[in-house]
């Protein structure tokens, strides 16, 4: 889905695979809160969650998601996924996504996260946001990520174990720069070799 989302700009297609990356490990548990926060420590989910579907509906087509670790989102996103048509990629898909990761691997090592947006800009009809909520969507997937930080791609982590770094983007993407280049055992793992040719 996500190979198809960059050529139409189905954002809401899009969106799904950062739920399920992000929490694909996360397991049932009790709200839980430290220092008298109003969030889970764990999932992050407000104990008192005023959910408002056409907010989190508008963020999925709008964006691409924007809550994709907290699990009201999550099943919401993932619900919606369900019941959507399902388009093939076809080789125009795969290439792009090959252009994508392409321009983060030769990104100059100084590179920040703003800089890789702006640079598929160039090879993506999207705006700024829907770059970003891209990002972040391949961070939660273990791809554009610091190899010294934990991620989701082996296992959840607790919102009590993210670190945040000091920029507006989400864990674990806020902490990649190119430098750190792309983690290919992601790209292997989610977007498989043998269906790039």
């Known amino acids: 889905m996500l190979r198809v989302s960059l050529r139409t700009r189905r954002l809401d297609l899009r969106s799904g695979l950062g739920s ?5 490990h996360l397991t049932r548990h009790k709200w839980v809160s ?13 104990q008192d969650a005023d959910v408002d579907l056409n907010v989190l509906n508008f963020v999925r087509i709008k964006w691409g998601g924007v809550r994709h670790t907290q699990p009201c989102y999550v099943g919401f996103d993932l619900q919606q996924l369900a019941h959507a048509p399902r388009p ?11 252009a994508v990761l392409d321009i983060a691997r030769s990104m100059p090592s100084a590179a ?4 890789l947006a702006k640079a598929l800009g160039a090879i993506l009809p999207s705006n700024d946001q829907e770059r970003r909520a891209l ?3 391949l961070g939660y997937c273990g791809v554009l990520v610091d190899p010294a930080k ?13 670190e945040y770094a000091a920029n507006d983007w989400p864990f ?3 902490w990649w ?19 790039w040719h």
């Open 20 to 24: 399920y990356a992000a929490t694909r």
């Open 34 to 46: 430290q220092s008298n926060s109003s969030t889970c420590s764990i999932c992050g989910e407000p």
């Open 88 to 98: 093939h990629p076809g080789r125009a898909d795969y290439l792009r996504l090959n």
């Open 112 to 115: 920040r996260l703003a800089d």
């Open 135 to 137: 990002i972040a969507i």
């Open 150 to 162: 934990p991620d989701f791609r082996e296992s959840f982590v607790p919102t009590y174990l993210r």
């Open 172 to 174: 674990p993407v806020n």
């Open 177 to 195: 720069s190119a430098a750190r280049g792309v983690t290919e055992e992601a790209v292997d793992d989610w977007f498989p070799p043998t269906t």
